[in-house]
T-cell receptor, first 113, second 118 residues
Framework: AQSVSQHNHHVILSEAASLELGCNYS??????LFWYVQYPGQHLQLLLK????DPLVKGIKGFEAEFIKSKFSFNLRKPSVQWSDTAEYFC???????????WGAGTKLIIKP | DTGVSQDPRHKITKRGQNVTFRCDPI?????LYWYRQTLGQGPEFLTY????????KSRLLSDRFSAERPKGSFSTLEIQRTEQGDSAMYLC????????????????FGQGTRLTVV
């Protein structure tokens, strides 16, 4: 069965620090990969996605993620975080052969001003 | 607002009662999904519609749960004889169909319906 693992449940950083959130998945076939963000009191929003092509994908608000197929990883990065990045971040994967998104448990990110 | 709309936003019910939630997807999206999210977890897939056809159901969807999308537009999720374990956030999402493979598009989520069973 597919699964998604996010390594950190809580991350606290100061403004301007660099961010990397880990995401690993288990599935041997072709996958689509997503990072979603949920700001306090808001709905889930897509940050970025990978379907094919360049494994380094850029999303909104300065976020990027790198797909490393050999490591089954899709880590999220941002070089310099802002207070407004305080939110919960979810990694999600779906196999090309079905409709389900399989989600990680999420990482709560708190940025100290 | 032309996003995914869910109603109600909050529902408190007594154990054993039936509840029904509604989801209005983005108008041109023919794919609709229901997910459930409990505290500290990511969403879990419940079911998927393409137009009015329910194409996939999770094993999480017991026989107390039923979902419909009668005209391929809005969808309802009904839970019969609610149990305390049904307390969760119920999320609806929609996506357009753009060629193959089948899930090559992102899903757009509503704000969810938070169910509390007391």
């Amino acid at each position: 069965a597919q699964s998604v693992s996010q390594h950190n449940h809580h991350v606290i950083l100061s403004e301007a620090a660099s961010l990397e959130l880990g995401c690993n998945y288990s599935y041997g076939g072709t996958v689509n990969l997503f990072w979603y963000v949920q700001y306090p009191g808001q709905h889930l929003q897509l940050l970025l996605k990978y379907f094919s092509g360049d494994p380094l994908v850029k999303g909104i608000k300065g976020f990027e993620a790198e797909f490393i197929k050999s490591k089954f990883s899709f880590n999220l990065r941002k070089p310099s975080v802002q207070w407004s990045d305080t939110a919960e971040y979810f990694c999600a994967v779906n196999a090309r052969s079905n409709y389900q998104l399989i989600w990680g448990a999420g990482t709560k990110l708190i940025i100290k001003p | 607002d032309t996003g995914v709309s869910q109603d109600p936003r909050h529902k408190i019910t007594k154990r054993g009662q039936n509840v029904t939630f509604r989801c209005d997807p983005i108008s041109e999206h023919n794919r609709l999904y229901w997910y459930r999210q409990t505290l500290g977890q990511g969403p879990e897939f419940l079911t998927y519609f393409q137009n009015e056809a329910q194409l996939e159901k999770s094993r999480l969807l017991s026989d107390r749960f039923s979902a419909e999308r009668p005209k391929g537009s809005f969808s309802t999720l009904e839970i019969q004889r609610t149990e305390q374990g049904d307390s969760a956030m119920y999320l609806c999402a929609s996506s357009p169909q753009r060629g193959q493979p089948v899930m090559n598009t992102e899903a757009f989520f509503g704000q969810g319906t938070r169910l509390t069973v007391v």
